[in-house]
């Protein structure tokens, strides 16, 4: 059974840091992308960031370059999202996704399965 647990979301400031954590299970990993997407009210769910688990290859959204890192911890089975210089537009559900190395780009349609999502909200 394929699941993926998120963790780390929260309440911040303005110009505040935050770590999403991903940990999928029943996956092979090597021919899998990960990629983090997120969904705020009344707003279609946006690609944010995803990373190739063998080469460790990323791509970011516009949005978030430069502020955000997507980055995979092998021993631990864990991708992560680093988040800095928040604002309030970061506000947001956030879900981490996988999906084939050959499918998933930018579009959820190529992600095959998906967490449950984690609450960022960043106050002004």
């Known amino acids: 059974q394929v699941r993926l647990v998120e963790s780390g979301g929260g309440l911040v400031q303005t110009g505040d840091s935050l770590r999403l954590s991903c940990a999928p299970s029943?996956?092979?990993?090597?021919?899998?992308?990960m990629g983090w997407f997120r969904q705020a009210p009344g707003k279609e769910r946006e690609f944010v960031a995803r990373?190739?688990?063998?080469?460790?290859?990323?791509y970011y959204s516009d949005s978030v370059k430069g502020r955000f890192t997507i980055s995979r911890d092998d021993a631990k089975n864990t991708v992560y999202l680093q988040m800095t210089s928040l604002k309030p537009g970061d506000t947001a559900v956030y879900y981490c996704?996988?999906?084939?190395?050959?499918?998933?780009?930018?579009?959820?349609?190529?992600?095959?399965?998906w967490g449950q999502g984690t609450q960022v909200t960043v106050n002004s």
């Open positions: 990373i190739t688990w063998t080469e460790g290859h990323t």
């Open positions: 029943g996956l092979s990993l090597s021919n899998y992308v």
């Open positions: 996704a996988a999906g084939s190395r050959i499918i998933a780009f930018t579009s959820s349609l190529g992600y095959n399965y």
